[in-house]
């Protein structure tokens, strides 16, 4: 069955970096497009960044452009996020996900995604 484990979430302070791994299982990692999205208590989950299936291809949403940068490493079934210079407002439990078909796109649209991680929690502090 389809697996995905998240890892490497933490607290640190405002300006700081954190790496998250996603490590996938169950499937053939290489043939689906990945993202990454979040989630903070009481807001809706929304995508921070998408990614093809090769490592060409990738989508982030406006606040985190220039900060984030998603890639895969399809030989090792993982999927990455490292954040820089983090902000409080980046404070929420960040979960990975895989598109529900082949046929995709990197999109941060969260209905084009059918398999989703437990999350791992990020919080940055001022």
Do not use: H
Not at 32 to 58: D, H, N
Request: glycine share 12%; hydrophobic share 30%; charged share 15%.
């Amino acid at each position: 069955q389809v697996q995905l484990w998240e890892s490497g979430g933490g607290s640190v302070q405002a300006g700081g970096s954190l790496r998250l791994s996603c490590a996938a299982s169950g499937y053939t990692f290489s043939s689906y497009c990945m993202g990454w999205f979040r989630q903070a208590p009481g807001k809706e989950r929304e995508g921070v960044a998408g990614i093809g299936r090769g490592t060409g291809l990738t989508t982030y949403t406006a606040s985190v452009k220039g900060r984030f940068t998603i890639s895969r490493d399809n030989a090792k079934n993982t999927l990455y996020l490292q954040m820089n210079s983090l902000m409080p407002e980046d404070t929420a439990m960040y979960y990975c996900a895989r598109t529900t078909s082949l046929l995709c796109s990197p999109t941060l649209d969260k209905d084009y995604y059918n398999y989703w991680g437990q999350g791992t929690q990020v919080t940055v502090s001022s």
